[in-house]
Structure formats: structure tokens, C-alpha cells
């Protein structure tokens, strides 16, 4: 599992508008990168919906937020018309991201396979991970609280 001081590893994935968004073009502002399991489910929806009603508080700690899970751009297209997310939404549809991230689990509800595990990382300016936080429980949320702290102390 990847631990703070290490290099988060660089990825390249699809956002909602089809743009390609790169890890190693964030350098030099903090990034909170979130795995979720999927959109339109409800912990997935209450969680990106504080991130979304937070933003303003994580742009003054000079963060950009990620979120990634194994929908398509086009689900999480319509998911982030309907939530008026206001930060990137990426697609992880052949789960590389997630498996760099250790964020996959083997087997999920349904016996589903390849799910992206909620998971939250916080990457430095200079792209080193500083908080790590991979949850077996898809129905937990988060420590917020930590991330918000780790960022104040990267200010």
C-alpha cells in the first residue's frame, strides 16, 4: 500500500468533458485524490457532495480535487450534471489508476469485480503523498478532518 513520503505515481485519465487529465500537470498545488466505488450510489453521492459544498474551503488550502471510479466519462458525465460537481470527475474504466493506487477490490457487492475502493489521498506540490486513507468498508466516508489538516500544514 502506498504510505506518505511516497511518490504518488502519475496516471493520465479521462475527465467528464473527454479532456485528459495528468497527475504530473497538477504540480505545484496540492491535489485530494478520492477513489469511489460508483456514481448515482448513495455514500459515492454524499460523499463528492461535501467535496463539492466544500470547495471553496479546500481552493483556500490551495487544493485541486480528483475523483476517480471505473465509470465511464459518460456516466460520470451525467452524474456530475445532476450533483453540479464543480471539480473533475475521471474515469478509471480499465481500473490501471486504481491498481497503481491499491484501490481495487478483488470483489465487491454483487460479485462485482475490479471496483474502485473509496480511498483518499492527499499529493503534495512537489507530487509526494502526505495523508493515505484505503477503506475496505465502501459504506465509510473519508476522515475528512485529516485531510483538511494535512492540507492546512502544507499551506
Known amino acids: 500500500m502506498l504510505q506518505p513520503g511516497d511518490k504518488a505515481p502519475d496516471f493520465a485519465l479521462r475527465a467528464t468533458d473527454k ?3 495528468k497527475l504530473s500537470e497538477q504540480r505545484g498545488k496540492n491535489v485530494v485524490i478520492l477513489f469511489f ?13 461535501y467535496m ?11 487544493a485541486q480535487i480528483l475523483a ?3 465509470d465511464s466519462p459518460y ?3 451525467k452524474w456530475k ?12 474504466f480499465n481500473k490501471t489508476v486504481s491498481k497503481k493506487y491499491d ?10 469485480k475490479g471496483v474502485s475502493k473509496r480511498s483518499a489521498f492527499v499529493v503534495d506540490k512537489q507530487g509526494v503523498i502526505r495523508y493515505a486513507e484505503v477503506l475496505e468498508n465502501a459504506g465509510e466516508m473519508p476522515n ?11 499551506k
Not at 460508483?38 to 463528492?48: D, H, N, P, S, W
Not at 484501490?103 to 462485482?112: I, R, T, V
Open 19 to 21: 479532456s485528459l487529465i
Open 37 to 49: 466505488p460508483f456514481a448515482f450510489t448513495g455514500v459515492c453521492t454524499k460523499e463528492l457532495c
Open 52 to 62: 463539492r459544498d466544500s470547495l471553496a474551503q479546500y481552493e483556500k488550502l490551495d
Open 68 to 70: 476517480i471510479s471505473v
Open 75 to 77: 456516466t460520470l458525465a
Open 81 to 92: 450534471e445532476e450533483q453540479g460537481f464543480n471539480f473533475p470527475l475521471l474515469s478509471d
Open 103 to 112: 484501490s481495487l477490490y478483488k470483489e465487491f457487492a454483487m460479485g462485482l
Open 144 to 154: 475528512f478532518s485529516a485531510l483538511e489538516n494535512v492540507l492546512t500544514t502544507l
